[in-house]
């Protein structure tokens, strides 16, 4: 059983090259910024979602939440589909620049007020600011922000008021982007583990979109990675930083820096993510795949494995990666 | 006798509310052919530190206000004037911004930037520089570098441009390139490249390196030695597998332990409560200890500690206490 459920979502936009292109009324280019993601998310888990900058996975978050359509496909949330922001605000979003997100002329107080009232319209004044009071607790803010202005507070704190005015319609699902990136180490392990803690105590269902794999292999139950809109591998956490099987996921584990282990073992992997343009016939990442071969041309899918998880790759598939 | 010997410096930006001592008494030495990184959060001098050698603060009210920065055979770079540091940038000391589309500019091709960077400091032709520059972006490992020559830099993606942003700092053939983040704004799978290449130019060429960076991971991937920074003071230095592997100073334990690689799922990360201290009044003593889990009250008081051994030789800290708990315990 999924809360939230992706099926076959498409998302492309149109990208006009140039002046002359538009003088020429030539045709629209077409961006293909989600293919085909069948994704489903389960009641009470985090639910991580990794990649490198184009990879889609910021656009799949904003169709997650009902802020941006599906061109094809559906979102299924509690058993129907999603056609817009959801009314009741059971799903909510933290964005990855705590700055821009909140508005710079309010109080914080009268910001999540506001949020508040928006959802639940019958209740007082005092109940209101009864509520914004303990959503900042619940984020570990002292009640003394709720008369600051966001240029008063530091980049966690800010973090945190935006986890908070996510909280105040009581949310089912949590869809968080890049929301450590921005942050110190010594911060954003403070925001980690207020998120732990909403989805331990509170079973608050989390989907953490991050390019840090560090963060994602502590911080999720279930991973899945994308590369070029599409999603290359799912599977549980601990599973998939033991034992990735698609060579994307392998590069990407072995490419970040370990503080204790200088030296890793395996090639770089050639080049950087082609052109989001080119048309691209089978596996995306084949011409930066130190292990592809011709019949990596053809196209692929998501594949089930016997032993847990799903990959797009026919090779790991078969067991024929070496 | 080292490469670059900072001694005591002391860099102020001045602001409406006051002047901020954003490096405040800094020392480190850099050994010819190493790669030196300097870690710390934001706002704790590491950047301020690096531009200050070149005096590059891009117009902001920045000074440096004490200290030496002895280049070996050139002197006291912190007290040259404009005319004499023209000399030194380039040619013996080059710099790497974090983000290469900055410090590129957009009108210009490729091979003439980089040749404009040879033609300033060389009496060379044309012809000649665009051959070294063809073959600098050969060095750089660039993919077909003759078309590449003809490209702007938006042609180019992030990492290409990077290289470029590195061929150019190689050009001159400079002593030592400092770089400011030089892979912050890359995918991980881009920045192992580029830090691969940083090391392998190290290797071929032997210039030495500053690396400035958050990340302390990319330090241990590419440095043989460094200094950790908070609120403008270095805390603890010394080889990166003694820093890294063994901390001594609370702030570096406190750092390493609030990463998640460090932690199994099923116990909490180990944050620093609070934040950084102003630079324009800091508080006294030890600069840490008011977020310091092992802060007793003579860590509070008079001037930040200095710098002292630390068990080994070569490995420093500045923290007051003898005996240091371990922060996970």
Request: include cysteine.
């Amino acid at each position: 059983m999924s809360l939230l459920e992706f099926q076959g979502v498409e998302r492309r936009f149109p990208v006009r090259r140039g002046l002359l292109d538009a003088l020429l009324r030539r045709e629209h280019v077409w961006l293909h910024a989600v293919r085909g993601v069948d994704l489903a998310v389960r009641p009470g888990e985090i639910l991580g979602i990794v990649g490198e900058s184009g990879c889609g996975k910021s656009t799949l978050a904003r169709i997650g939440i009902g802020l941006q359509p599906a061109d094809a496909g559906a979102v299924i949330f509690d058993g129907a589909p999603l056609n817009g922001p959801d009314p009741k605000g059971r799903l909510q979003m933290v964005f990855q620049d705590p700055y821009s997100s909140l508005n710079p002329r309010m109080t914080i107080g009268a910001q999540l007020e506001e949020v508040v009232a928006h959802y639940r319209p019958g209740l007082t004044r005092a109940e209101r600011q009864g509520r914004v009071a303990r959503m900042l607790d619940e984020v570990g803010l002292v009640q003394e922000t709720a008369q600051k202005f966001p240029h008063a507070l530091s980049g966690g704190q800010r973090q945190r008021v935006s986890i908070a005015r996510a909280l105040c319609p009581d949310p089912q699902v949590l869809i968080a982007d890049e929301p450590v990136s921005a942050l110190d180490a010594s911060v954003q392990a403070q925001i980690i583990n207020l998120l732990r803690r909403l989805n331990r105590e509170k079973g608050l269902t989390i989907v953490f979109i991050s390019h840090d794999m560090n963060v994602v292999r502590y911080l999720c139950d279930r991973v899945a990675v994308m590369y070029l809109g599409e999603v290359v591998e799912l599977n549980d956490s601990a599973a998939l930083f033991a034992e990735p099987r698609h060579p994307y996921t392998r590069a990407l584990i072995g490419a970040v820096p370990d503080v204790h282990h200088p030296h890793r073992e395996g090639l770089p992997v050639r080049g950087e993510i082609p052109d989001p343009f080119a048309v691209l016939q089978g596996c995306r990442f084949a011409p930066r795949c130190p292990l592809a071969e011709t019949a990596c041309h053809r196209p692929q899918s998501l594949d089930a494995l016997a032993s847990g998880g799903a990959v797009r790759c026919w090779k790991a598939v078969s067991g024929t990666l070496s | 006798m080292s490469l670059l010997s900072i001694r005591d410096l002391r860099t102020e930006f001045s602001g409406p509310a006051g002047i901020a001592r954003a490096v405040d008494g800094v020392s480190f030495d850099v050994e010819p052919g190493e790669i030196f990184g300097i870690v710390g959060e934001s706002g704790c001098g590491k950047s301020a530190t690096c531009r200050s050698i070149l005096h590059l603060f891009g117009g902001a009210p920045a000074r440096i206000a004490g200290g030496q920065i002895l280049l070996e055979g050139t002197g006291d770079i912190a007290r040259m004037t404009e005319r004499d540091l023209s000399r030194v940038r380039g040619r013996e000391v080059a710099f790497i911004f974090q983000d290469p589309l900055t410090a590129l500019n957009p009108t210009m091709r490729i091979g003439k930037q980089i040749a404009e960077v040879i033609r300033c400091h060389r009496k060379v032709s044309k012809t000649e520089a665009r051959a070294a520059a063809l073959d600098l972006l050969r060095e750089v490992q660039v993919t077909s570098p003759e078309r590449r020559l003809d490209a702007y830099p938006h042609e180019l993606s992030g990492g290409l441009r990077q290289r470029v942003v590195i061929a150019m700092a190689l050009a001159l053939r400079p002593r030592l390139i400092i770089a400011d983040e030089p892979t912050t704004a890359l995918d991980v799978t881009v920045q192992d490249q580029i830090l691969r290449l940083l090391r392998e130019r190290r290797d071929s060429t032997g210039t030495s390196i500053i690396l400035v960076t958050h990340d302390l991971g990319v330090v241990s991937q590419i440095c043989d030695r460094m200094a950790v920074m908070y609120a403008g003071r270095v805390v603890e230095t010394g080889s990166v597998r003694q820093v890294l592997d063994t901390p001594s100073h609370p702030y570096t334990r406190a750092l390493l332990a609030a990463l998640p690689g460090q932690t199994g799922r099923e116990r909490d990360l180990t944050p620093i409560e609070g934040s950084p201290p102003g630079l324009i009044s800091p508080p006294p003593g030890c600069r840490f200890a008011p977020r310091c889990r092992f802060a007793r009250p003579e860590c509070a008081v008079g001037q930040p500690p200095a710098l002292h051994p630390r068990g080994e030789t070569a490995h420093l800290d500045a923290c007051i206490l003898t005996e240091v708990p371990d922060v996970l315990a």
